[in-house]
């Protein structure tokens, strides 16, 4: 087959790097979970391909061997095979379910013209989050929390904890009475929360934070702190962490917001 151009150069990099580095910017994007969404980053192409209009498509596999994400495809004009034609786009809604090195594939008019390898990485989550939130979070005893499950945003009213930079929810796995079922639990890879400001200014926060669902001691160690929260709760705390062990899922959610400088 024929090929239809040249991929000249490309580069796939977190855009705060961008920003300060421009082109020489090392190859990389950051999560802020695994599974979670990726921060902003950037996919900057160069590219020899004859004049006209063709379909440019970008594929990232992940090293597992699936395709993990895509982006396109877009059509876009090319300047011509004696001409570089240069693009850059910002990528701010990717999801990720994997971590390590991943394969990215370069292609027009269904053909891949070039490929790099570049890592991804779960960047480290901040402890403390910007006051206003922080505040929301401390001063209220609940938010409403969900999911965008099968096309349709699912919310409810839950209770909570907070604790350095992380959100936990008790969730129980079959839904009724006794407790809270947070909807998209098993299958969501975002969470959204909104939250509300108390006092005159009660207009609502709403970001989104990525899920983490708890294991073994992690979540032996929520259930101590999220059964001093529960106001309604019936018996001595163990008896209540009894129950919940095995009925119920603890979710850990990191917001997606700057950390406090």
Not at 51 to 72: A, F, K, N, T
Request: charged content about 25%; aromatic content about 8%; proline content about 6%.
């Amino acid at each position: 087959m024929d090929t239809v151009g040249e991929l000249v150069a490309a580069a796939i990099v977190d855009e705060r790097v961008w920003q300060t580095q421009g082109a020489s910017s090392p190859d990389g994007i950051y999560l802020t979970g695994q599974p979670g969404p990726a921060l902003p980053f950037v996919l900057f192409r160069a590219w020899k391909v004859g004049v006209g209009i063709v379909q440019e498509e970008v594929r990232l596999y992940g090293p597992s061997g699936r395709m993990i994400w895509r982006w396109g495809p877009e059509y876009r004009r090319m300047e011509g095979m004696f001409d570089l034609t240069t693009e850059l786009d910002v990528v701010t809604d990717a999801v990720f379910d994997e971590t390590g090195t991943y394969v990215a594939s370069f292609i027009i008019d269904d053909q891949i013209v070039g490929e790099i390898e570049l890592p991804v990485y779960v960047q480290a989550a901040p402890t403390k989050l910007p006051k206003d939130i922080e505040d929301a979070l401390r001063k209220s005893d609940v938010i409403w929390v969900g999911a965008d499950v099968r096309g349709r945003r699912d919310m409810i009213p839950a209770w909570f904890v907070y604790k350095n930079g992380r959100i936990y929810l008790l969730s129980q796995k079959q839904s009724g009475p006794q407790e809270q079922t947070i909807p998209g639990v098993t299958e969501a890879k975002e969470f959204v929360v909104v939250t509300r400001r108390k006092g005159r200014d009660t207009s609502a926060q709403e970001f989104t934070a990525a899920p983490r669902l708890l294991e073994g001691a992690e979540w032996e160690e929520a259930a101590k702190a999220l059964v001093d929260k529960r106001k309604s709760r019936a018996g001595a705390p163990t008896e209540s962490i009894g129950r919940w062990r095995g009925a119920c899922d603890i979710l850990e959610l990191t917001p997606n917001v700057p950390a406090l400088v």
